[in-house]
């Protein structure tokens, strides 16, 4: 089955960390870049991290860089985002994301950054 399954979201307060996973199942997940994206309520969905199918290319939102790394296991199947020095405006669904036009997305986890 073709699908991209998200893990690792969760309550945590400002300033703190989280490590984000998606694991690749059904496909040449090597083959493909991927995206992490993210979306708060009222808000829309928005590019958070990108990363090309080797991992030597990556890009990040300004709202974020120096701050998240996005990474791979090509072995694995497997996508992280490592999430420093979290702020409660980080607080929102995160989506694991095979861009292109067979685009790929999945369920999403919560990340909640709160005192």
């Known amino acids: 089955q073709v699908q991209l399954v998200e893990s690792g979201g969760g309550l945590v307060q400002p300033g703190g960390s989280l490590r984000l996973s998606c694991a690749a199942s059904?496909?040449?997940?090597?083959?493909?870049?991927m995206s992490w994206y993210r979306q708060s309520p009222g808000k829309e969905r928005e590019l958070v991290a990108y990363?090309?199918?080797?991992?030597?290319?990556?890009n990040y939102a300004d709202s974020v860089k120096g701050r998240f790394t996005i990474s791979r296991d090509n072995a694995n199947n497997t996508m992280f985002l490592q999430m420093n020095s979290l702020k409660p405006e980080d607080t929102a669904v995160y989506y694991c994301?095979?861009?292109?036009?067979?685009?790929?997305w999945g369920q999403g986890t919560q990340v909640t950054v709160s005192s």
């Open positions: 994301n095979r861009p292109g036009r067979d685009t790929l």
């Open positions: 059904g496909f040449t997940f090597r083959s493909y870049a």
């Open positions: 990363i090309n199918s080797v991992g030597s290319i990556t």
